[in-house]
């Protein structure tokens, strides 16, 4: 049966829709997400069930099977990609179409149970994939089985138990290796980069679209809003602003080739580096210093390791960050034992030394109950 579709936009509401012509029959339906990308995806839905002959009558549909396959590519034209930044969004994808589709995407949304998520650990896990990027798949999956539940596509979501892991060791520089690399090389563009990530703790996309308006010599800080990360310029990865004081002397190094306007870390005029350049810069770098290579989020690991190590609180090494959760960064609490132990050392102060008669009535009363 001959059937063509044209997905349009009403000029007297402003409201995309889908004409829809099928056989003889014409259908005119309002797309649910008001854009054009979400009724293309509408109209590829319709398409679908059309083709199954499946009931595409709106009191019918939601009560219709549809597959997880069906409904993860409408919630990823529609939702994923208007609200999540590229990178994400492709990973997400990623996740459905290696992972999660092979598995459960023939399945109707309403019979995916937790048979089928333990499943999906079983088979990944024994494919060699980590805890923690099983749990980053099966964080896709809860997604979009929510917003399902939202869309009143299902009655209930499956519950979802997420595997335990170990946090992730990871890499710093210690303070010699640290002027190594600063002095190991003549380009100023690099060199400064690499002091602004050790002084800082700025990811690679955020230096690289750092701008010298972001700079305030006058306030002795820099200000963190932007991330340049595979040729597109989004908000940082938190959707967080961020302050971030300057040290001495990454002060006196940026002002000494302070400009009115550009990107602080670029050798181009209006555009910045891109990513897999910086890399190739700090790699080279390594090689010419004969140290390991390192790529740029180390030295992020670096500054806020060097940071916990003087003592500065979890806290406040969050912010400085950006991360959204202080357990995020109680990765780095380890490396101050000092600290843990200036905290107990309290307790010998109350060795040989009887506590007030009120500090007695209060614990003896506590211990008895």
Not at 9 to 32: A, E, F, T, V
Not at 115 to 143: F, Y
Not at 342 to 369: F, H, M, R, Y
């Amino acid at each position: 049966m001959n059937m063509s579709m044209a997905v349009q936009q009403r000029p007297d509401d402003g409201r995309w829709r889908i004409d829809l012509r099928y056989g003889n029959k014409r259908i005119r339906r309002n797309s649910p997400e008001n854009s054009k990308k979400g009724a293309e995806a509408y109209e590829a839905l319709l398409r679908s069930r059309l083709a199954r002959g499946l009931s595409i009558e709106p009191e019918e549909e939601k009560k219709s099977v549809i597959t997880f396959r069906e409904f993860g590519n409408y919630w990823h034209k529609t939702s994923v990609l208007v609200n999540n930044k590229p990178t994400t969004a492709r990973a997400k994808r990623t996740h459905m179409d290696l992972h999660l589709f092979p598995l459960i995407g023939k399945k109707p949304l309403d019979e995916i149970t937790r048979a089928d998520i333990e499943r999906i650990k079983t088979t990944k896990i024994g494919a060699g994939l980590s805890p923690k990027t099983v749990n980053n798949i099966l964080s896709t999956l809860s997604m979009a089985l929510n917003e399902a539940l939202e869309q009143d596509y299902i009655e209930k979501t499956p519950k979802i138990r997420w595997l335990k892991h170990a946090d992730q060791s990871f890499d710093f520089l210690n303070e010699d290796e640290c002027g190594a690399l600063v002095t190991g090389t003549s380009d100023v563009i690099l060199r400064d980069m690499v002091l602004c990530a050790m002084r800082t703790g700025m990811r690679r996309g955020e230096l690289l679209a750092l701008e010298w308006a972001s700079v305030d010599f006058h306030r002795n800080q820099i200000t963190v809003e932007r991330s340049y990360v595979e040729g597109n310029m989004n908000s940082t990865k938190n959707n967080r602003i961020r302050y971030i004081p300057m040290t001495l002397d990454l002060h006196s190094t940026l002002a000494s080739r302070k400009k009115l306007r550009g990107y602080v870390f670029s050798h181009k005029v209006l555009v910045p580096e891109r990513g897999i350049m910086a890399n190739k810069w700090l790699y080279r770098l390594c090689d010419n210093i004969e140290m390991r290579r390192i790529g740029w989020h180390v030295l992020r690991h670096t500054f806020a390791s060097h940071l916990v190590m003087k003592g500065i609180p979890i806290r406040a090494v969050q912010v400085l960050l950006g991360h959204s959760t202080v357990q995020m960064t109680e990765r780095y609490a380890h490396l101050s034992p000092s600290t843990l132990q200036d905290a107990v050392s309290v307790l010998n102060q109350l060795e040989n030394k009887e506590p007030p008669t009120e500090v007695n009535s209060i614990v003896g009363s506590s211990l008895l109950g």
